[in-house]
Each structure stands twice: as structure tokens, then as C-alpha cells.
């Protein structure tokens, strides 16, 4: 079933010793009488390929003179009778039937047409539109054309002809030809040139593009789809952004697809049905892997929690395995691990913050500013906030040098004094050095009744040599103790081992050695060895918290070649506790920390209730250094603005405060 040189990578097969006329006589009992035996049937039509359940169609009109299709609509009801009819017909039947749909009526199902069309093959399209013609009788261009308008008409009609070009060979002078006519088009251009990006978008092939992503990410600093988030709008900015998830991977586009559909309150059911039946038998194996790896559960454990009855079962069968059971990593995932590392190396972006030194400062009218907002009755936590999230850290260091030599008053004290909750730990958290505050979380982490080891982990994960060497330097000024020995005291095993390793702040600073990259990745792959001297644990720890990140980047490049898997996924396999928690921390910080970040600020309020401690370190701790980064890989990973999450889950002067922070509406 699988094209010549290719692995199969579906999860339904061939059924071995098919029947057709068995299988219809089959389905002609489950259906006969009154009710009918809808296990039989989902049991038997899932487990058959497309071809064969095209055979089975024919077989039971031959035998009983009936259509097999309507007599399952008669007989079943809902999503699961969706789901059982959808198998039925040809994969291009079934695409032309989902447009159909799409375009029929008052409205158009935009997100529909988008997934199928940006998703497909050349030879699925043309199937397509003989399909959509044979079934209907319409022109499939003109129907699309007529329900829709734009820059977002022409890119679908691009798509539809089919013909983007195939040839696995691939001109450099061109590659970075189409990098630099697209930059032009958008980032440089006063306006935006669409034309540009429908032509290079619609016509190259998957490979080109590829390395055109990868030649953008080079010229510009950033990824093409931040580029095309800001350059385009509407439906035509959703289909170019899906067109390139595509390129880049469709396993990838697919799996955060049938997350979307089900992740929430309620489950997009059509999204749902129509990706397990037009993938089943293409790539749904690869979907399972990667929506394991990047959701950390596994594809049929999703389907399982939010699903019901036959139709829960039928999905099941189709999804074709437990990944969460099975613990594997598959060749999908590797590969797209691989790639993430390499865009990791190559990637040059420059790191900004959201707040920046306030021009025309003056340091004596600020501290009057302040004091008039906290002298009498009440408190203008406006004036506050707009002063203080406003200024550089060096500025407001310099404000309580000058509140203190005008009023002889301590403004920290005042700020305490006056401010509560979550707003005073916020605006306190602005007022000390990034050293100051960084000793201070530590402190908290470790002082009394139990560990926050999340915030250890944060903080001596991510900081570098400069900031862990200022951090242990103000630990010892405002505790008179050694952050080592208390990191010592209250933790232990190869935990405490890890934090007091990144605790010395000797990491190197040097480029990629090659060679000895090979040398460290033979070493985290070697699960051999039984001396615990030299244990897994001793192994990472003695290369993750010394190497430098350049380094450590060849390193993962190299581990995924020897045993195509990624360096986390191993890690998540193989450890366990706060020792997991820490080694990733560092993987993580080391491909991408502005991601890292916006990961911690997405679970810091999804869901119930709001981790506020968390959310008010990274703001404050980021906010000179990259959360204008973090803000563009939250868009990116999430899909949502940073400003727009923190708007609908906070509240008050509070939320006033986190707003100027992040500095703008994405």
C-alpha cells in the first residue's frame, strides 16, 4: 500500500484473507431487523482498507440490490454514523463531499477548505477535482471562487491546479533568491507585496522551501510565520501559515490540528472525524508520534478522555495504537527533533526586552512623583505603575537613591507600606537588581517547610555564567550564607549535584567542538554501562551544565543520528523526578529559551486559576532581557497573544501593571 521505497506509515491495512461478499453479508445482518449491531459494524469497516470497503459497496449492491452507504445512514445516528460513511468513500469522494460542505449555504467553512487544500499532494488535488466533478457536476474551481473573496481566493486557486513543483533538486542561488524576494514583499516592503508570497508559496517544492525557511530564519532573525502573522490578515494569513506548517512537516500540521479539536471544553468533532479518515491510511503513525512528543500524551489517550460510546471505539481503532503504552519515539519525530536543532544552530535573533530606559529621565521628579501617589489618605497605584513599569532597572535604582536623599525615606519600605497582593510582590520585584531578585526567589524556594523546585530549576537552568556569578553575590550580601550550601542542605542525590554544578556558573563559553561533540553524544547514548560511578545521570550532568550552548546544540544534533531519538524524549524515558525536570530545563533553555519561557507562562494560566508567582518572575525577570522574544514564540506555540491571555486572566492594577511589562498586542 505504501508508494515504491516508502514505509508504510498508515494504521489501517489491507485485511488479510478479505472477502467482499462475506464482509457484505456481514454488515446486511447487523443492519437486519430491528436495531443493529453497531460493534459488528464498526468493528468490520475499520479494519478494512478504503479499497476493500469499496469492494464491500459493490459486493452488497451485487447481493441485496441496496446501497450500502444509505442503509448505514438509515441505520446509524450522530458522529459515529459520520465517521462509518466518511469510510466509505474513495479518499477524494471523501475530500470533495468536506468541500462541498464547506462552501454549501450561508457561510463558509474556511478552516475546512484551509486543511485540505494546503495539505494535499498534486495527484490528491487533481483526484479531487475529478471527484468533486463526477459527484456534483460543478466546476470545483468555480464553486470555490464564487464563495470566496481576496488574496485568500487566489492562494486557493493556486492550490487547486495541482502543480507544485516536485523535483528533489534544489538551485542555492535561488533558494536565497526567494528568502530575499520575500523579505522584500513583507519585513522591508512599505505595505506587502501578497502577489510575492502566493507565487513562492504555491508553486516551489516542500524540499526548496524548506531551505528557503531556513535562509529566511538567516536574513531576517526570525521564523517566516511571525513574518507572515505580521504582514497578512485573516483567512489568507491562516491558509499561508498552514501551507508552511505543511512544508515543514504535515505529520506536525495534523497532530496540533486533532489537538485543537479536542483540547477545552467541547470537541470539534467534523476537525476530528475528517483528519482520522483521510490520514488513516497515510500517516497516521506519524501524527500519533508527533503529537506525543510535543503534547507529552499520547494521541489515543486524548481521543480516549474525550470521546464516548461506538464513535470513542471506531476512533480508537482507526488511531491504531497507544503511544503512552508503547513508549516509542518514531523515525517523524526524530526527524523533526533533528530539524528543530538545526534551526536552533543557525537561527541569529536578537534578544530584546519590552522595557527599555525612559528618555528625558529625571530620577528627583519620579521619586516626587511617587510620593505625592502614596502621602494621605489612599494610594494612586496608577501613578505607581505608570512610573515604574516604565523605567530600566538602572533607573529605578537610581529613583531610591533620590526618594532617599529627598524625603529620608526608604521607598521600598513606603511601596510595602502602601501595595498588596500580587501588585505589591510584582512592583517590589521591579525595585531590586536582577541579581537581587533572582537570590530572593532562590531563597524562598528553599527557606522553610519544603522545596520549590520548579523555581530552581528555572532560575539556575537558564541564567548564564555573568547572572549565576551576580546571583551568588547578592545571596551572600542579604543571607550571609552561600547559595551552594543551602542549594546543598535542602536538596539531594544528582538534583542537588545538578544545581550545585550550575550554581559555580563555569559553563563554557566557546564555540562547537566537532569532535568532541561526537565524543559526548557516544556518551549520553551509552546505556550500558553498570559502574555508578560513571551513571546516566553522572554522564548528562558532567556535559549539560558545562558545555556551551553552541556546543551542546551539535551535541542533540549528533544523539539524535546515533539513536534517532531526541536527547528530552530520552531523558523523559530513562530519568524520573526533579533530575528529569532539571535536564530538560537545560534542553530546552539551550534549543530555544524564549520558548522555554513562554511554555512557563502558558501553564502559569491555562486552566483553572492563575500560578501568579510564577507569571510575575518571568515578567519581571524577562522584561529587560527577552520577553519581547517570548512574547513572538508564545504566538507561535499557542496561537494567542501573550497580552491577550494576561488581559483575560488577571484582574485590577495587577493586570494594569503585567500589560505595560509586555509591552504590546501581538
Known sequence: MAPKGKVYRGSVKDFPGFDASQDAEALYNAMKGFGSDKEA??????????????????????????????????????????????????????????????????????KCLIEILASRTNQEIHDLVAAYKDAYERDLEADVVGDTSGHFKKMLVVLLQGTREEDDVVSEDLVEQDAKDLLEAGELKWGTDEAQFIYILGRRSKQHLRLVFDEYLKISGKPIERSIRAELSGDFEKLMLAVVKCVRSTAEYFAERLYKAMKGLGTRDNTLIRIM?????????DIREVFRTKYEKSLYNMIKEDTSGEYKKALLKLCGGDDDAAGEFFPEAAQVAYRMWELSAVAKVELRGTVQPAGSFNDDGDAQVLRKAMKGLGTDEGAIIEVLTQRSNAQRQQILKAYKAHYGRDLMADLKSELSGSLAKLILGLMLTPAQYDAKQLRKAVEGAGTDESVLIEIMATRNNQEIAAINEAYQEAYHKRLEDDLSSDTSGHFKRILVSLALGNRDEGPENLTQAHEDAKKLADVSSNDSSDSLETRFLSILCTRSYPHLRRVFQEFIKMTNHDVEHAIRKRMSGDVR????????????????????????????????????????????????????????????????????????DYRKALLVLCGGED
Open 41 to 110: 459494524i464498526l468493528d468490520l469497516i475499520t479494519s478494512r482498507s478504503n479499497k476493500q470497503r469499496v469492494e464491500i459497496c459493490q459486493a452488497y449492491k451485487s447481493l441485496y440490490g441496496k446501497d450500502l452507504i444509505a442503509d448505514l445512514k438509515y441505520e446509524l445516528t450522530g458522529k459515529f454514523e459520520r465517521l462509518i460513511v466518511s469510510l466509505m468513500r474513495p479518499p477524494a469522494y471523501s475530500d470533495a463531499k468536506e468541500i462541498k460542505d464547506a462552501i454549501a449555504g450561508i457561510g463558509t467553512d474556511e
Open 277 to 285: 479518515v483521510s490520514r488513516s491510511e497515510i500517516d497516521m503513525l
Open 581 to 652: 525536570d532539571a535536564f530538560v530545563a537545560i534542553v530546552r533553555s539551550v534549543k530555544n529559551k524564549p520558548a522555554f519561557f513562554a511554555d512557563k507562562l502558558y501553564k502559569s494560566m491555562k486552566g483553572a486559576g492563575t500560578d501568579e508567582r510564577t507569571l510575575t518572575r518571568i515578567m519581571v525577570s524577562r522584561s529587560e532581557i527577552d520577553l519581547f522574544n517570548i512574547r513572538g514564540e508564545f504566538m507561535d506555540l499557542f496561537d494567542k497573544s501573550l497580552h491577550h491571555m494576561i488581559e483575560k486572566d488577571t484582574s485590577g
